[in-house]
């Protein structure tokens, strides 16, 4: 794959989601699928969900075509891909209707089991720790951390624009980096399609949002999303891996410790996460998301810094960027709508 092929590829498939993300509103609307709001969300009004199902329709199919015609999947991309599908449907159906938590966590550590298996089988190993550990334990370690990873990024898509900005600029940053250590375009290719269909979606997502993705969204983003971060890891590049969601990883892990450690029930609904903090303060939801893609910016460069330079030199810095943006939100000074919005 060319750079003008992978840039025509990308801009098709934002359109592509643009126009799917219309469609499937209107269906949403025609058939009463809403987030209604409650003690987690930061929104007054019903709105429709289940836009991922336009990200997902477009992304797969793209992905399908890139690994047909061009090569250079990823390992385990069939198994993935099937995986996606039922994880898809059982988060479909938990948006139409709320699922047991215990089955949801059923199904994820099914294609999580599924996803390791087939990559490891794959790729000759997958081993995220290099080695370090024994295969089991690395294995045992890559999918409870691959399914909190599905859980934080649904955790935390509470805002408009926020995940889509995180899944945005995480797919942008493993594609610069591929650039980067690989020759072509092929692998760089799966990451750029993400950020470009998640592009698409998040014009119609973006304050005021006019359609959330929903579980069948989020969670399957998390799910993907995690898949390239550990097959990323498991290349060498595992700094850059922690560095470009750090945010997303430090705001859910901190807030669900700090539920734990008070004793309450952490799979509940919540308005803690520290973006939530500023939103009850009088911080719009296009403010945390300007704020957070300008912070992953950075942490996209510092990812990509990791590759040739001290990686540990890099996390520290992509540390410090974290803490900066979780002190501004946690701060961020109280204005008469957060006020209101505190009392309601």
């Known amino acids: 794959m060319t750079l003008t092929e992978l840039i025509f590829a990308a801009g098709l498939g934002a359109v592509a989601t643009w126009a799917m993300t219309f469609l499937v509103l209107k269906l949403l609307v025609r058939h009463g699928i809403f987030d209604t709001p409650n003690e987690r969300s930061s929104h007054a009004q019903p709105k429709p969900r289940g836009g ?51 089955l949801r966590l059923i199904v994820q550590f099914a294609v999580v089991i599924a996803g390791i298996a087939f990559t490891a089988s794959d790729s000759g190993g997958f081993l995220v720790f290099q080695g370090v550990l024994p295969d089991w334990l690395d294995h045992l370690f890559k999918a409870l951390a691959w399914v909190w990873f599905i859980n934080l990024f649904n955790f935390m898509d509470g805002a408009d624009g926020i995940t889509g900005i995180e899944t945005l600029t995480v797919g942008l940053g493993l594609g610069l980096l591929y650039m980067l250590t690989q020759d072509g375009f092929g692998a760089a290719a799966y990451p750029i399609m993400l950020a470009a269909c998640t592009l698409g979606f998040l014009v119609w997502n973006w304050a005021p949002s006019k359609i959330f993705l929903g579980d069948i969204g989020s969670v399957t983003l998390g799910y993907l999303i995690g898949w390239l971060l550990l097959v990323c890891a498991a290349q060498g590049h595992w700094a850059a891996a922690l560095l470009l969601p750090l945010y997303y990883l430090c705001d859910a892990t901190i807030t669900l410790v700090r539920r734990a450690l008070r004793g309450e029930k952490v799979w509940r609904g919540h308005r803690e996460h520290f973006y939530q903090k500023a939103m009850l303060r009088g911080a719009g939801h296009a403010w945390v998301s300007r704020n957070l893609l300008l912070h992953n910016i950075a942490l996209v460069f510092l990812a990509l810094v990791s590759v040739s330079f001290l990686p540990w030199f890099a996390l520290a810095a992509g540390t410090f960027v974290v803490a900066a943006l979780l002190f501004r939100f946690a701060n961020h000074p109280m204005t008469q709508q957060g006020t209101s919005s505190a009392t309601e």
Do not use: R
Request: no cysteine; net charge negative.
């Open 52 to 102: 991922g199902l336009a990200v997902l329709a477009i992304l797969l199919p793209s992905w399908g075509l890139i690994s047909l015609f061009h090569g250079a999947a990823p390992p385990g991309f069939l198994a993935v891909l099937a995986a996606t599908l039922i994880l898809a449907a059982i988060s479909w159906l938990d948006d139409v209707k709320n699922q047991p938590v215990v």
